[in-house]
């Protein structure tokens, strides 16, 4: 985009400047970098906030409420021995407790609790 050119001594000499002006000449280039670093900062944020926005735009939120039947995510964690032929999700899941942060506490279908809460990004609706 910008360049900034700051020519060495030796140059300057040779075409008869002054000490006093190159070193003036080179604050002055100096000076005009951190106007070039604002200004490329600045849009780079602009442009971050129309990636985001343009994001946000296809994003719907999830919520699920108390006695909706869901799917949670099988941790890559537990060994198969199935391998690739194994299971990707476990279930299904009656959602006994929705937080508004998105933790969610899950029952068995036989009114077992789980014992841990999960997050709302490992599960997804089931559909019966």
Known sequence: MFEVVVPSLRILVGS?????????????QL??????RLAAKSHGQLYQSRVKNTFDK???????NEGDLVLKKVS???KDHRGKW???????FVVKKA????????????DEE????????IVKRYYA
């Open 31 to 36: 000076n005009l970098i951190k106007g070039k």
């Open 86 to 92: 194994a299971l990707n999700y476990e279930g299904p």
């Open 99 to 110: 937080f508004l942060g998105g933790a969610l506490v899950l029952g068995s279908m036989d």
């Open 76 to 78: 890559q964690a537990q």
């Open 114 to 121: 789980l014992h841990l809460p999960v997050n709302f990004d």
């Open 58 to 64: 296809k994003v719907r939120p999830c919520k699920f």
């Open 16 to 28: 008869g400047l002054k000490e006093s002006e190159w070193a003036q000449a080179c604050f002055d």
